[in-house]
């Protein structure tokens, strides 16, 4: 467990990135389309907020507890793609 306050943050981030993927998961067996819209108005601000928070948490944080913070921003580079392929990647009908 981090002991550092932007370590502490990336764990709040890490529960908030479990709560998209459950809405997200909601939404595709209820409404598929919204989950495209979940992942494009959260998926920009959000994967820039957590490859920023990881990194200044992986600074402060030493040892093992360096683990928290490095997969709050690997998800967060993991989200931008996912969230650019969304963006170019689809074509509706065009």
């Known amino acids: 467990m981090p002991k550092t306050i932007p370590g502490k943050l990336t764990v709040g981030l890490l529960v908030l990135f479990f709560v998209q993927v459950l809405l ?8 598929p389309l919204m989950t495209l819209v979940v992942i494009l108005v959260s998926g920009l601000i959000v994967s820039f907020v957590f490859m920023i928070a990881g990194t200044i948490g992986a600074v402060f944080e030493d040892g093992s507890r360096k683990a928290v913070p490095l997969i709050v921003a690997a998800l967060g580079l993991a989200e931008l793609a996912l969230f650019l392929s969304v963006q170019f990647g689809f074509s509706f009908g065009g």
């Open 24 to 31: 997200g998961g909601l939404y595709f067996f209820t409404a």
